[in-house]
């Protein structure tokens, strides 16, 4: 006999969870905030409206179903089912952080802010929570299958990421490294570093590149299954060129890099901690992940 469904509520620490760890009382963290301009009413208000969201969420499960939930620090010590319903409560990129994370588990995004984040990704309000369930159970909600992207390195390390994965030095400085594009072209730069984005990533880091260098290259859609790729402030020298600097990726073609600065890392959707160190004479290939998303519309 199989088990009932379990939804795992996925959530991250609220700021004044934070202030609190910081500063040991409400009346420093108060003095603290005072002297920003800000009120610890305020963030009060965020922390309460998280919480509610959460407690809605909770309720609304079904009797028959098991529970689990999961803060953003220990996504990466946490077993997921495959028959697991996942529903994020917080900001579009708690979503992100988790997708590396699953299989093709669906996804609930709950916005417990409403006007404070974009709500690309967590596109439901907390009291649609009951009525999704059932049908996400069952197969019969739409879902979006949101292509991601994959780093694979020589020594067999991989990394996901939904939004968009950063392959560079960890501290910023210059990096350096051999870039191999789809059609066979070969150029050593010294960069900022690059980016490979899906359409999801679209809306946020590279379409800020884009907008900046005046790039008429074309962003993908969230489900279209070509990633777009930046790189960062290349720097034109006698050894280094700026010829390639950016890109499409449809489906089953990579970006190649050689690395030639000891280390450089890649990480994705922001998470630094979880990454990939790439040492001297490492190769990594970059492209479309045989893996997606598969978000409640």
Not at 61 to 77: C, H, I, N, S, T
Not at 107 to 129: F, W
Not at 201 to 209: D, E, F, K, Y
Not at 275 to 295: A, D, E, F
């Amino acid at each position: 006999m199989s088990l009932p469904p379990r939804l795992v509520l996925v959530h991250r620490r609220t700021e004044l969870d934070e202030l609190l760890d910081r500063h040991s009382t409400r009346g420093q963290a108060e003095f603290f905030l005072h002297h920003r301009g800000r009120s610890l009413a305020e963030v009060q208000a965020r922390h309460d409206a998280v919480q509610a969201a959460r407690l809605d969420v909770t309720r609304a499960v079904p009797a028959p179903w098991r529970q689990g939930a999961v803060e953003r620090a220990d996504l990466d010590r946490f077993l997921f089912d495959p028959a697991d319903v996942v529903v994020v409560v917080g900001q579009d990129g708690l979503v992100a952080n988790v997708a590396k994370y699953l299989t093709d588990q669906p996804v609930i995004g709950v916005d417990p802010e409403p006007g404070r984040n974009p709500g690309v990704l967590v596109n439901h309000s907390p009291g649609q929570v009951a009525g999704l369930l059932p049908a996400v159970a069952a197969g019969r909600s739409p879902v979006t299958e949101r292509a991601m992207v994959t780093a694979r390195s020589d020594d067999g390390q991989e990394l996901s990421a939904l939004n968009e994965i950063y392959l560079g030095h960890p501290t910023q400085q210059s990096a350096r490294y051999t870039l191999t594009t789809p059609d066979g072209a070969t150029e050593r730069q010294s960069s900022s570093g690059l980016i490979v984005a899906t359409g999801t990533g679209a809306t946020g880091w590279c379409r800020s590149i884009r907008l900046e260098r005046h790039s008429d290259l074309p962003l993908p859609t969230a489900a279209d299954p070509t990633l777009t790729w930046f790189v960062r402030e290349a720097w034109p020298s006698p050894a280094t060129g700026t010829a390639h600097t950016e890109g499409l990726l449809p489906r089953d073609t990579r970006l190649q890099v050689t690395v030639e600065t000891d280390p450089l890392v890649a990480f994705g959707d922001g998470l630094e901690a979880d990454r990939l160190i790439l040492t001297w004479g490492q190769q990594v290939s970059l492209g479309v992940s045989p893996r997606t998303l598969h978000h409640v519309d």
